[in-house]
């Protein structure tokens, strides 16, 4: 028998092409712009970032959203500006709200430090215009207001680790914390002061809300042995 047909697989139809999200930074630090608004009905501080291509929402607070995720495919990937990378778990399709307006959006579900991360697909969407002079943003004549994280005056506070969590060496974590700070400071910047800081380990400075129950810290232990942080988890300045 002569020109018998073989069964193959041609890789190229097996393999879909790697979709790349793009966000600046997986936390907003001292330079962002934050806004106050909630996504279906969950109030929530939300970085401005023009230099992401999408939305995103950080895991924790997806899950008290309690809606139907949708799959998002293995071959999408987000992509920080220094070309960290970070897993997009899930996504969903819900409300993102500013005082009585809402503007239904899709969202992505990733771990990051900050509870929201506003991209310029939902700036462009909805005709939103960046006033970096009079920090707001406006659309349909609706000015809304943008806070930054720095502060000309500032004080420490420490946050402490609400259980025990050993740090892998050479590895990232994120911990929830319990700060000791009084109640008339709303907002505050985690972060190790340099004077303070402890062998080997590097917080993200990200703005925080202090009303939450805990505070996600995301920490880095840079040494090659495991780090204790039974104690303190990090400081805030307010």
Known sequence: MCGRL???K??????????ILKVSAL????NGLYLEGSICGVPCLMLVDTGANVTLVRTDLAQKLKENFIYTSPN?????????KAEIHRKLDEAIEYGSRKFPHRIYVVDITDPSILGVD???KFNFTVDLEKNEIRTGGEEIPLFSA????SKLCSVLAKEK???????????NGVPEVSGKFRYAVTDIPSQI?????LVAATLVDLKREAIPDRVLNLDNKPQDRRQRSCYCDV
Do not use: D, W, Y
């Open 6 to 8: 073989t069964r193959r």
């Open 10 to 19: 041609l890789p190229f139809l097996n393999k879909a092409s790697e979709v």
């Open 27 to 30: 936390c907003g630090g001292r």
């Open 76 to 84: 999408i990937s987000l992509k920080t500006a220094t070309g960290e």
């Open 122 to 124: 939902f700036l462009q």
């Open 150 to 153: 720095s502060a000309e005056h």
């Open 165 to 175: 969590t050993i740090i892998p060496a050479s590895s990232e974590c994120l911990i």
């Open 197 to 201: 800081s402890q062998k080997g380990v």
